[in-house]
């Protein structure tokens, strides 16, 4: 388990300090966001390649940032999608003039997260591009390749994108090599017991000791399937022999091998298995190139292992055997480069830091403070009610997911109410800066739909007077819109939406059955709470692979739970003071 | 717990392959030896530096050889010192001409084999010396320096010692900056959790969740105290002002530091607590050369970490900041040398390999041969019964050792019984061979004391018809007088003397009172039985540190009751054949 923190809360801001503070002849951290920077980065007119995640998975991702990797990494919380404020904090720094790619594993935060930060950049006229890692072959079928989650192979594809870039290759080379690199890169895993989060006393799933699960995700994500404890040759032909099926056609034997520990399987252990491992693949005429044996992406203390099989033509294997110089790897010889003066960024930080979005001086009226008052109220008591069933959201998120969907919702509100708190505010004012707040400090996919929702209500209410009910009513189902959008998913996908949608169209039916808003708000939180506790019998649909969805059946979705606590709450705070 | 392997007993031998066959641009393995050597060396003239110990440490101690570091290291079964044999064999394949420094951590098993290993290089004429790790100040207080175990400063020890033989430093000069690394490397660890050894169920040690043992050692020995669970901020307040206390007068402020995981504490964790450190040590006047923060002397899969100062003077720095390049750790730029063709040192393996004890071609006669058969019959009595004791000898080990010693006994045991089983060899032949293979293959400390027993024993019996009881007296009697001598210990120190040497007075006893041998034997087996199963009472003095004596008080010395229990195997089957 995780025993090391302070608040946990802070863990992951704690943690880049002391990275940096450890290896500050490689990176800096990028003035006011969680990310960091090569020491000598940026480089004008090179390609930035710019990786990210959740961290947990060191040395994944910000140690593997260093002349011949990565140009920058962008820090989420631990098992987190970095927010999208923060993506676009790094990939603006790392800019060099020559684009940016952003490189990260197919998990949906990442994707909604690194999505918007590529569309900021774009819009302020950086090629920014994006290649996903989806080595994961027991995430889905291989005609469903798009659909697999990334893990142990982002250390191959990041490889393969930073030698690219650091060679002077233009950014649509660097995207077409990265993208090839991810399609001849192909990982199994598997696990023998589960890590735990900070602050938390229980692991995010247990597995029998007599057994192993085969697939298991990197967060926990439950495996394809459950078999009798292997001896470490056994383990060796199954994960050599699956992977192997998947050598593509083109392929000419050359391979990059990892065998990577996941955090609690040691090195001796992995010997035992690379032993073998290097046998089988010997018999099969694969010709191994400088395998590593080791910790590249792990989860914390999870107990397992995997192996990554990335296949190397002349193109990819003087990629592979490129020098490379970062904090947790190294290859050959790397020229040194003198770090950039700070000053240089510094003020790129500090010009974004300058920006926020202004409060203006406005002056508020009596009536535009009262609705903001309510607004206010209505964000303490959601952070009084998710803080109360934190551990539970948590354990109903374990079952196919990460765990931290507690965590990351009160994070997120708790930055929301503090952005809410000024008192120039009014209602719209205060729900758009608690939208960005929220997206912003809490990250993941909750966090960005959250923060989309509150500024798009936030744009419908305007800053008056309390709104109409049906400005409400039509704020509610333009936020819907925007979270259905922004997620891809629809209703019966087993996501937020099962709540939101119900929701909405309660809220409006009544309201055109002439209820009074508060009224009409409390009944239709009752009907969310219902539809959200009605999702334990669908069957996720959106970004989850199968083993996944059938294990989710019979547990209420999280995000649909926690939207109908909120909605709950803040209906007794509607009707209080509505 | 450590879940992949084959055959546990196979466990070291599977890990040297791995990591030879993951590993070969940097190393080779020594023929016929468990240890590796640099593949580039050895380098004419140059001093070699070995170091070693028991596995289960990485990337201590194979993981740090090459250019800069180590150019050989001996590999232990987990948590055990490797033979005497081995140790001679690696330092005999690294000898390039300029003499080797072995240097390890201090423990009584690696003291008596390494020693014992030196030895016969310097009768073989190789200028041989040793530099002792004993960094840990939780196991001795500064005034018995010399009795400290070695932990992670293990590492700044060799790296220093590495860099000065790398430079061209004859060997009493690498000798006197060696011992000048140790006495400025301090660490203090602390541990939440036990590791579990291969084929084991049970962790060697449990803390509870809400605790952390502080000083506890990497083979599970108990720490100095229990404290309650810390923040991360609290711990780093604690170790840094307990390791600060041994701050060397002549120290001049700047010191190369090691926050270094234990297994399961992660690299996350680790940052968080070295954002503390880092802050704490500056506060006070520290300046931090190249500081290290990731796992660099582990315990398998414990969770713990420690914090190390390795105090620098000019001579020290410019050691420490020099190149080097090993598996396991990298740091700047050293020159590319050619694999030493693999010839020249397999012809040195071949020679040493083809040169066993040799049975000779001596024809035995019917008395002889039974003579031996009563040996045989002693060996595999008392392999069944520490077979079937394995487990509790682990656990009465565990208490204030490693856990190890049920199945070091039975992998020497196996072993002796194996060279025993030469029909050409009359009694003393086999005993001889017997305790010959028991040293090579069991390793730590009761497999150097064992073998030199039975060697002792066999060399006083001879290859005759069966020995008249008494000299099967003077036999045990100078039996005793060897183990005494080699391990340093006298009656009452808790060790297996406190079984050996009663059973050689009783014996020696009986035999003067008129008893027939077997029954004197057996009588006093039963002497030694109850003598070990006093040891519960006793303290160690030997090579303990005070925190494991009183840990130790209310359980039996683990290598007296195996003894006990050896003596009594053997008692019956002379009972019935003698």
Redesign the interface.
């Known amino acids: 388990?995780?025993?090391?923190?302070?608040d946990p809360a802070r863990?992951s801001d704690?943690?880049?300090?002391?990275?940096v503070?450890?290896y500050d002849?490689y990176v800096r951290r990028v003035p006011n966001a969680s990310g960091v920077l090569r020491a000598s980065a940026p480089r004008p007119n090179k390609v930035s390649v710019v990786i990210g995640g959740g961290?947990?998975h060191?040395?994944a991702f910000c140690?593997l940032v260093g002349p011949g990797f990565a140009d920058g990494a962008v820090i989420g919380d631990?098992f987190t999608s970095p927010s999208a404020e923060q993506a676009y904090l790094v990939g603006k720094a790392a800019d060099a003039g020559a684009g940016v790619l952003f490189s990260y594993g197919n998990y949906g935060g990442d994707v909604m997260n690194f999505g918007l930060a590529q569309q900021r950049l774009r819009e302020e006229g950086i090629d920014c591009r994006t290649v996903l890692v989806t080595d994961d072959i027991a995430s889905a079928s291989a005609d469903s390749r798009q659909q697999r989650r990334g893990i142990a192979g982002d250390f191959c594809v990041f490889k393969a994108a930073g030698a690219a870039a650091d060679r002077g290759e233009p950014i649509a080379e660097v995207e077409r090599i990265a993208g090839k690199a991810n399609e001849w890169t192909h990982t199994l895993g598997v696990a023998?017991a589960g890590c735990t989060l900070p602050g938390r006393?229980e692991p995010l799933f247990t597995v029998d000791?007599e057994k192993?699960e085969l697939g298991l995700g990197i967060h926990g994500e439950p495996g394809v399937r459950t078999v009798e404890?292997l001896?470490?040759?056994e383990?060796a032909g199954v994960l050599v022999e699956t992977v192997l099926r998947e050598r593509p056609e083109a392929a000419d034997g050359r391979a990059a091998v990892l065998?990577n520990g996941l955090?609690?399987?040691?090195?001796?252990?992995?010997?035992?298995?690379?032993?073998?491992v290097?046998a089988e693949l010997a018999a099969s005429g694969v010709e191994l190139v400088?395998?590593?044996?080791?910790?590249l992406v792990?989860s914390?203390?999870m107990?397992g292992?995997s192996l990554t099989l990335h296949w190397l033509d002349d193109e990819l294997a003087g990629l592979w055997q490129a020098p490379a110089d970062t904090p947790?790897f190294?290859r050959g010889?790397v020229p040194h480069l003198a770090p950039t003066a700070t000053a240089a960024t510094t003020a790129v930080g500090d010009a974004l830091a300058a920006a926020p979005e202004s409060p203006g001086t406005t002056v508020i009226g009596e009536p535009a403070r009262r609705a903001a008052e309510v607004v206010r109220g209505c964000l303490a008591a959601m952070a009084d009610v998710v803080e109360r069933e934190e551990s539970y959201l948590g354990d109903i998120d374990a079952v196919a997911g990460d765990g931290d969907h507690g965590r990351g919702m009160l994070r997120g509100l708790r930055a929301a109410r503090a952005a809410a708190d000024d008192a120039a505010l009014g209602a719209g004012g205060a729900l758009r800066a608690a939208g960005a707040a929220w997206a912003d400090r809490s990250g993941g996919s909750s966090g960005v739909l959250w923060g989309a929702l509150l500024r798009e209500i936030g744009a419908v209410v305007g800053d008056g007077d309390l709104p109409a009910a049906a400005t409400v009513v039509d704020a509610v189902r333009r936020g819907a819109e925007v979270v259905a959008r922004l997620g891809g998913a629809a209703v019966g996908d087993k996501t937020m939406l099962d709540a939101l949608v119900p929701f909405a169209d309660a809220l409006a039916q009544r309201v055109a059955d002439g209820a009074e808003l508060p009224v009409a708000w409390r009944a239709a939180a009752e009907i969310a709470h219902a539809a959200a506790e009605a999702t334990s019998e669908l069957r996720p649909r959106v970004g989850r692979a199968r083993p996944l969805a059938q294990r989710s059946v019979g547990t209420p979705d999280p995000g649909a739970v926690s939207f109908a606590l909120c909605a709950r709450a803040a209906g007794e705070v509607l009707g209080v003071r509505g």
Chains 1, 2 share one sequence.
Do not use: H, Q
């Open positions: 388990m995780t025993r090391l923190y302070n863990f704690d943690m880049v300090d002391g990275f503070a450890a002849r961290s947990g060191y040395p140690g631990i023998f006393r000791t192993m404890r001896s470490a040759e383990l065998l955090g609690a399987t040691k090195y001796e252990e992995l010997f035992v298995v690379w032993k073998a290097a400088s395998p590593e044996v080791g910790e792990t914390l203390d107990a292992c947790a190294r010889e």
